[in-house]
């Protein structure tokens, strides 16, 4: 067989791995090295797989992504995001609404901290829900702004998906998570909008709660400001040059350490499950990243992204026309695949093509996150929702999949704005460059 046709198979056979629930690791690191053996043979196929985890997992630039995640997991078990919520709560709270768009404007800020969706997602979930529903709010409108307020946690910095997307790439991580904050901000405001025009209709959906005084507002404040003061010490730092990423996520660790001490916040045991849930995350993408680097060399060694780019040159589209056919596809493939998956085995074929039509790989990261964002919150995967739906006993699936709609729609308007004007997304790092 050909080394295209040994591709194509490996490809299928992948895919096969990911539908049937194998892990994304162990099906990549087996596609791999058996691919890599059919086209240069087997003996080099074992040598490429004995070098290709030390040479991956030695690398210095990976060391950012445990540091990030400990900030993350740190600030979430010491339950900073219940204050966070009551803060933002009583300055909104009072308003139609204002519990919902509490719950948007909580996930948000959480999400700076957190960089990923399952905990940004389940952190509010067992924050929120139960308060919207003393209030009785409609368990669809709760729902849905949970399910979309966790879809920010993988686009606002620092997101461990554009921290992956950067390694995979080598397009500056700096510059990508900088480039999140603009897309994040506006998909939290379109997602309000949406709030916003649901209580109109209907009222009863999201009835007002009490009102806090003035005095009450500002001593909220001093809930916030370990969010704040993070988030400017770590992706402020980034921005400004002071620290490189790997500087950030270590300075970002050890301040959540300190600031979680100083709040009281954080005891030994809730310290160790911090660690000890940093350690299984970061194992888990530690691996995914050796079966990645496995994998894309297999695919290298086949030839296939060289003929697909050769095909799509002698295609007579334009760029623009491309580019909105491989987010069409990245949008099917987040229906049924989770996003690190996706990124492992599009990113050595498309990227390259990207590239070479000229697109900018900064935006390119982050149109592709947020049109894989979409399919956390539809069916058949929809793991956000699954998520929900795991807290939230008094509803159904379906009931909350229909109650996403209005965000989803939100979301396809985000895409296509960022399509439309690409300097919204590449200005902030244009500014870090110069």
Not at 111 to 135: D, F, H
Not at 141 to 164: D, E, F, Q, R
Not at 183 to 197: D, K, R
Request: some cysteine; aromatic content about 10%.
């Amino acid at each position: 067989m050909s080394p295209e046709t040994i591709g194509i198979l490996g490809i299928i056979v992948l895919l096969i791995l990911f539908v049937i629930k194998v892990p994304v690791s162990i099906a990549l690191i087996f596609v791999g090295t058996v691919g890599f053996g059919f086209i240069r043979g087997f003996d080099t196929g074992l040598i490429q797989l004995g070098n290709t985890p030390f040479g991956t997992a030695s690398s210095y630039s990976l060391s950012v992504i445990p540091l990030f995640i400990l900030m993350g997991m740190i600030l979430s078990f010491s339950g900073l995001g219940q204050d966070l919520f009551r803060a933002v709560d009583s300055w909104l709270g009072h308003i139609k609404g204002g519990m919902a768009l509490t719950t948007i404007g909580t996930s948000a800020i959480f999400s700076s901290i957190s960089g990923s969706v399952n905990a940004t997602t389940a952190t509010m979930a067992r924050i929120t829900l139960p308060e919207m529903k003393k209030y009785n709010y409609s368990p669809t409108l709760s729902a849905a702004c949970v399910a979309a307020g966790g879809t920010l946690g993988i686009l606002i910095p620092p997101s461990v998906i554009l921290i992956l997307y950067g390694i995979l790439t080598m397009e500056p991580i700096g510059e990508l998570l900088v480039a999140g904050i603009i897309p994040g901000i506006v998909n939290m405001l379109l997602f309000m909008v949406v709030v916003y025009l649901w209580v109109k209709k209907d009222p009863s959906a999201g009835p007002p709660s009490e009102k806090s005084t003035w005095s009450t507002k500002f001593r909220s404040l001093s809930k916030v400001w370990p969010f704040m003061v993070l988030f400017l010490m770590t992706i402020g730092g980034i921005y400004l040059g002071v620290f490189t990423p790997t500087e950030a996520g270590a300075v970002g660790s050890f301040g959540a350490l300190i600031l979680s001490l100083v709040t009281r916040r954080l005891n030994i045991k809730k310290l160790m499950e911090s660690l000890g849930e940093s350690t299984r995350l970061s194992a888990m993408i530690f691996l995914i990243l050796i079966g990645a680097d496995i994998f894309s060399q297999f695919l290298s060694i086949s030839r296939i992204p060289a003929q697909i780019t050769a095909f799509v040159n002698g295609l007579d589209w334009s760029p623009l026309m491309i580019m909105v056919m491989i987010l069409l596809v990245y949008f099917v493939l987040g229906l049924f695949l989770e996003g690190i998956a996706i990124l492992v085995l599009t990113l050595p074929v498309i990227y390259p093509l990207v590239v070479q039509l000229g697109f900018d790989g900064v935006w390119f990261g982050v149109i592709m996150v947020m049109v894989m964002n979409i399919g956390l919150i539809t069916p058949p995967l929809g793991i956000s929702v699954y998520i929900i739906s795991g807290v939230m006993k008094d509803i159904s699936i379906e009931r909350i999949f229909k109650g996403v709609i209005p965000m989803v729609i939100a979301m396809i308007v985000a895409v296509i704005l960022f399509i439309a004007f690409p300097e919204l997304i590449t200005f902030l790092p244009q500014l870090m460059r110069g």
